[in-house]
């Protein structure tokens, strides 16, 4: 059993995702979310509250009726179910489900506690709500998007169940589900928020801590491979720059690299004084892709603590408007559904998955271009050099996808489009900045793979498994299961497919 209680870390939000186990709201949230419901149900009367008895964004001026409050709510999610376009994939709609059950379960909204307790079921029970990729502009928070949510909560709309798209009526019939009663403010409630952009934001970063893991484990693999000497990501050189995130890189680097026969010290080579030729026929230096990673991959690590500290404070925050202050017995209006703070984030978060891709990309170069490793054969072709082609065809396929993760880590951030009759006149694009940012995780993991058969094949080519350290040897064992050595040529696609899918997990 998951149980919500108060602050949800990113690490309990995976693992409540992953773990499909029944959620349980604790007495101390089923308490707050009623105590809220209570005081705004008294505290509206006779006021007058933004989203309770006035129109929406440009409408507010205009007072709705008593008698027409209710109906209010149902027409704003029914008028706002306007998405189109790719559907949101079922995770990602499910982590948008859990940011927004834990936001609004904080006791700043209003809401009844039918809502909280719908979405928990939701979940339970692996029905999903049928959320597309576009059209959200992220400042009143994810309006489209969410009102696909709340189209579902209220019984219309469709969702996905049990591999199939079927319409929210009939799933809630076979399942026995009511929909939620919406008594005060529930539509604007579930709507004015962040909860999209969050939830997809937290499976970008939780993606981006795999790769970054993964790309350390290749760039050892590479140094090994190559005999690089040691020094590069000694402590005393990366000390020597005080960033915590290269020494982060460095210390895995070390820790990864101590079982290792391959790589060398520079104080047994190039420092005993018996090196005198004019030309030396070793490197002294390897290529920057080589003996730069701790301060390339350096700054990818700072940025995604940078981004969990941000989606960390986003998910437990009150991101709707207005909120209710039960400590002030007060209503706030303003704007904490502005999805700025997210917005940024995923921008950082996909320009460091693509400088992470590009590491990769000239890293597979290298043990492709003979003329610059000098140790290997062309494309690591174990065939017959002219008749196959080895690694030839898939380094098409990695530089491409590196260029499309350049042109992508274009910033939505700054692309502000004022929009509902310029009421949101500066927006954030937050949702379109996560969504970018998951294409480029996914191209990521995908010139990752054929990075990591190419540095299988060249493992081969050396016949240098037994001297590679414990941890390279690991993922090597796991990948030759995936796919054999070869020589001949095979078709690629499906290998590449599976071992994405080893990454990935």
Not at 120 to 131: A, F, N, V
Not at 310 to 317: G, H, K, P, R, W
Not at 468 to 493: C, G, H, K
Request: charged share 20%; with cysteine; glycine share 6%.
């Amino acid at each position: 059993m998951s149980v919500l209680k108060d602050f949800l870390t990113l690490d309990n939000f995976i693992a409540i995702l992953s773990d499909n186990k029944n959620i349980i709201l604790s007495d101390e949230l089923v308490t707050r979310v009623e105590n809220s419901f209570s005081f705004l149900s008294d505290f509206s009367k006779n006021k007058v509250i933004y989203g309770v008895n006035t129109g929406f964004g440009p409408m507010a001026q205009y007072r709705i009726q008593e008698e027409e409050c209710i109906q209010l709510q149902y027409n704003l999610i029914r008028s706002h179910a306007s998405g189109i376009g790719i559907p949101l994939s079922i995770e990602q709609v499910r982590a948008a489900i859990l940011a927004r059950l834990n936001t609004l379960s904080l006791g700043y909204s209003g809401v009844n506690l039918s809502v909280i307790k719908l979405m928990k079921e939701l979940l339970d029970r692996q029905i999903t709500p049928l959320i597309f990729a576009h059209g959200s502009v992220g400042a009143s928070g994810d309006l489209v998007q969410l009102a696909h949510l709340a189209l579902v909560l209220i019984g219309e709309g469709e969702v996905f169940y049990k591999g199939e798209r079927r319409s929210t009526k009939e799933v809630f019939e076979i399942e026995g589900l009511q929909p939620i009663e919406i008594r005060i403010r529930e539509g604007i409630s579930l709507m004015n928020g962040t909860s999209v952009m969050t939830g997809i934001g937290i499976l970008n970063w939780s993606n981006a801590n795999r790769l970054l893991d993964w790309s350390i484990k290749m760039s050892c693999a590479i140094n090994e491979i190559v005999s690089a000497y040691d020094d590069h990501y000694s402590v005393e050189l990366n000390h020597a720059k005080k960033h915590i995130g290269q020494q982060f890189i460095a210390k895995a680097m070390r820790e990864t690299l101590v079982t290792s026969k391959m790589v060398r010290k520079r104080d047994e080579h190039l420092y005993t004084g018996e090196n005198q030729e004019s030309i030396f026929k070793d490197k002294v230096q390897e290529y920057y892709s080589i003996r730069c990673v701790p301060q390339i991959l350096g700054p990818v690590y700072d940025t995604i603590m940078e981004v969990k500290k941000v989606l960390e404070n986003e998910i437990n925050s009150a991101n709707d408007n207005p909120v209710v202050d039960l400590e002030t017995k007060q209503v706030y209006h303003g704007g904490n559904f502005h999805g700025d703070y997210v917005s940024l984030e995923m921008d950082k978060l996909k320009l460091v998955i693509t400088r992470l891709t590009m590491l990769s990309e000239r890293q597979l170069n290298y043990l492709l271009n003979a003329k610059i490793n000098e140790l290997l054969p062309p494309f690591v072709n174990l065939g017959k050099l002219g008749f196959n082609f080895g690694m030839q065809g898939v380094q098409f396929t990695a530089t491409s996808t590196t260029a499309e993760c350049q042109t992508l880590s274009t910033s939505m951030y700054v692309h502000s489009i004022p929009n509902n009759n310029d009421n949101q006149d500066i927006v954030s694009m937050g949702t379109n900045a996560a969504v970018l940012c998951d294409k480029v995780i996914e191209n990521s993991f995908e010139v990752l793979s054929i990075q990591m058969i190419t540095l299988a094949q060249a493992i081969d080519a050396l016949n240098c498994k037994e001297k590679l350290s414990l941890s390279t040897q690991e993922w090597y064992n796991e990948v030759r299961m995936i796919i054999p050595t070869f020589a001949e040529d095979v078709v690629m696609y499906p290998y590449l497919q599976k071992v994405k899918d080893y990454l990935k997990k």
